[in-house]
């Protein structure tokens, strides 16, 4: 019987192995999508449903692309478009976007540099301000800072690689994909032993990123073709894929963090 996607903190407490009492099997987790409510075990490789784990650890279902992509965008930034059939996911968009209230609104975002994308007030010092604050830290590295060291630090920090587990509890042979990596078809991923990783992924565990970011996104169908489902995880650590998420994967890609 197979367990409801578990948090953070129960997947933890699972990969501890810590005992637990026998209690009845609980009932399949359902993913609320509207008006109506997909329980896992009625998700398939060829079910068109679209599910996000919010910063919360909760999940959002969709039946239509466009209202997901609007969703990932509001909640973490994430941009993503229709390309030929697939799925694109922008990896490295997480937190540029509407998510995260940094970028101000179209209005602001003029060359006056009046905008939060700006932080500049003088003429066209909107792309050269703040964002990020490049400018001032090219211009700190030339003069020998040592602001370089600190930058590469903080990226390490926040960098968030991504391992995944052919067995629940994030056991049995793995692989880990790097920030804002994919994999486009799993059926070309090897595994030790023989085999290969299509229809393999159990468990997840992302480490590093930002607290509630985006840590990873799976895909049903070979290069996220549409048509099937698409799962995004945030950067919780530990989770666990039940019904018919788990072993049904044939795609992967992980956030920058």
Request: hydrophobic share 30%; with cysteine; glycine share 18%.
């Amino acid at each position: 019987m197979k367990r409801i996607m578990a948090s953070a903190a129960a997947a933890t407490l699972l990969a501890a192995g810590t005992a637990t009492p026998a209690l009845a099997a609980p009932p399949p987790m359902c993913i609320e999508t509207g008006d109506s409510c997909v329980t896992v075990d009625e998700i398939g490789e060829n079910s068109e449903i679209y599910v996000g784990q919010k910063p919360d650890g909760s999940m959002q279902g969709f039946t239509g692309f466009a209202d997901f992509a609007d969703w990932a965008g509001d909640t973490y930034g994430i941009s993503m478009s229709l390309r030929g059939g697939s799925i694109h996911v922008d990896l490295a968009s997480a937190g540029n976007g509407r998510g995260d209230g940094d970028n101000g609104d179209d209005s602001d975002s003029d060359d006056s540099g009046n905008g939060n994308r700006g932080g500049g007030d003088g003429d066209n010092d909107g792309r050269r301000g703040d964002n990020g604050d490049r400018h001032g830290d090219r211009h700190g590295n030339r003069h020998g800072n040592g602001h370089g060291d600190d930058r590469l630090a903080w990226s390490a920090r926040k960098a968030q690689f991504t391992t995944f587990y052919d067995r629940p509890n994030l056991s049995g042979p793995s692989f880990v994909v790097a920030p804002n990596d994919t994999v486009d078809d799993l059926n070309d991923l090897r595994k030790p032993g023989g085999g290969d990783w299509n229809n393999e992924i159990s468990s997840v565990r992302v480490v590093g990123g930002n607290a509630g970011s985006p840590g990873a996104v799976l895909c049903a169908r070979v290069s996220c073709k549409k048509g099937g489902w698409v799962l995004i995880l945030n950067n919780s650590d530990e989770t666990q894929l039940v019904g018919g998420f788990a072993n049904s994967a044939s795609f992967v890609g992980v956030f920058a963090g």
